[in-house]
């Protein structure tokens, strides 16, 4: 057998699957299918179109299971160091029981709802249900039908597995990007009118909503060919090359990415329209306070579930010394951002908050873990009852809040909450100081004290670091930009509420920073973009407004995702990445200190044989060179 042989793939009969994980996967399908069909989401979203007369959102709620589920079922585990499986048969195999096991959980469902009359309990199983999930065919038939389609696209999940990684990414961006391009139809279409392209935009979408079958098979193809190309890794090889730059280079990437997202700041508002300018400015608005939690949990490594608080604080201080409804103090001054009376209100602001910070800070700062969160979280939750409380309204306005809070001024620009577009100019001056601000402190000694922190503060305070500080520092420089974001928000809405900072914002926050990547900035930004911009906050709208009651269930389940598969994000920091999987680097390490020995090895052996040759070759040439006797 040759060194060839011993590494091809193994062979094996085309039934040669884990029974065990093929049903385990088909149930789990089974139960995601009625569990989605249950809590009516396909009705719901089926009147958010992606391809005219083709496809709806409803149906890509209940497709993706098949498909997902069936790969899961084919995929295989392999050591390290073992060749992997040959691919073939067997994965089609895999995912069409798994895919067919949970289309017969769903057929079950649908005939079992058809069947028995439970709407006293759940409200949404009933015959309506039953008819829009069977296209009006009838529950057997329609039942038969979705046995049908979990197998065939159980068998494309499990199909996944034979193909190389480039075909791969190639169908799964075929699926992707017309599906998010049909939902971004009101930024496209504002930027093919601005750009006079209307002609273009008729074509790849549809009057009604949704893209044409020509503009979707356009972008499938698009998708496949960016996806071939890539092979699914380019964003990882862009986040590589970053993190191996150093020195010049590194200045001149900063310098060219900091001038596109610059230009792309200053001209997309410009070209989009007022719904989309108000999701910018909502997106801006939470990545601002979602960069404070980010020193706080991903630097300095300290659960903080009450952040909502100097948010609070911000908002209702603003709204004190410039509304002329506040309640007692009435300074009735005028936040003008290059005027000294507002740079008295932006002083007032960076004071209170300051004072928040410490005030939470000083009480928690022995505290770990889980005792942590659960005194901030009741910090959080006593600054919200004690602003809407009776005891305060003299001050604060109680239940009703503080109304009528003046617009802002930026020299002779005025700015109203009503104009999205200088809200979001202004919200994006203060994000960008911010991002400056945490990039210094992250890569000087205060960031390495707070990264000593995190990672082990026994060991951080026997090495000299003072972690009463460093953690003193952390909760105010957050309470500071929380409270930044409170200010803008105060202008932008026009009255402050106590309901509007609720736990649930606090934790909407979290989810930015866990999601995009804890200690990251970059991640910061990307998941502020991602959630925020497609689902929205916990009041303000995003591109999916119509997922608006399926809004926190989608954020607990990306979390939970994130959490289990990804816990370093999506564009993780090269430090936190190390922390998480410290056992896997250690592993290659060691492999590839094997990989060299054995390499150092066969080195020192090929040298020696060579040494035998030359002495060989000399000992016959000295033999030529003796006369014979």
Known sequence: MTATDSQAPVRRPATDVDRRQVVKWGLMAALIFSFIAAINMPVVLDRKVIVEGVLTLGMVSLLWVPIVFGYL??????????????????????????????????????????????????????????????????APAGALLWIVVGAVLGIIGGGLHVGSKNVRAAFVWALLLPLILANMQVIVEDIFQSLSLEWVFDFLYATRGGLTVAGAVIFAAIGALAGYRSGGTGVTRVRQHYASLEGAKLRRWNIISAIIILALIVVLPMLVGGLANEILATVGLFLLMALGLNVVVGFAGMLDLGYVAFFAVGAYTTAVLTAPTSPTIQPMLTLNFLTPEGWLVMGAVILVSVAAGLVVGTPVIRMRGDYLAIVTLGFGEIVRITIGSIATQPLFGGANGIRQIPSSELGPIVLKGTNSQTIFYVVAIFAGIAIYVSWRLLHSRIGRAWAALREDESVADSMGVNTVNMKLLAF?????????????????????????????????????????????????????????????????????????????????????????????????????????????????????????????????????????????????KIRILEPEE
């Open 73 to 138: 079922a084919a995929k295989e585990d392999v050591l390290e160091g073992m060749e992997p499986p040959q691919k073939g048969a067997r994965d089609l195999i895999a995912g069409l029981v798994a895919g067919a096991i949970g289309g017969t959980g769903f057929a079950l469902f649908l005939i079992l709802i058809n069947t028995v009359d439970v709407r006293d309990i759940f409200i949404n199983l009933g015959p309506q249900l039953v008819e829009a999930l069977t296209f009006g065919r009838g």
């Open 476 to 620: 105010v420089i957050g309470a500071i930009l929380a409270g930044f974001a409170g200010m803008i928000f105060s202008v932008k809405v026009g009255s402050v509420f106590p309901q509007s900072f609720a736990l649930l914002v606090s934790i909407i926050i979290l989810v930015i920073v866990i999601v995009g990547g804890m200690g990251s900035i970059v991640g910061v930004m990307v998941g502020a973009a991602v959630l925020i911009g497609v689902l929205g906050g916990p009041t303000q709208p995003g591109l999916l407004a119509e997922v608006a009651e399926y809004k926190l269930l989608l954020y607990g389940a990306i979390l939970v995702f994130m959490m289990l598969k990804r816990p370093e994000g999506l564009w993780p920091s090269v430090r936190r990445q190390r922390e998480l999987h410290q056992e896997e680097f250690l592993q290659d390490a060691w492999l590839k200190q094997q990989a060299g020995g054995d390499e150092a090895e066969n080195e020192d052996d090929q040298l020696a044989q060579q040494a035998e040759r030359d002495k060989g070759e000399d000992e016959q």
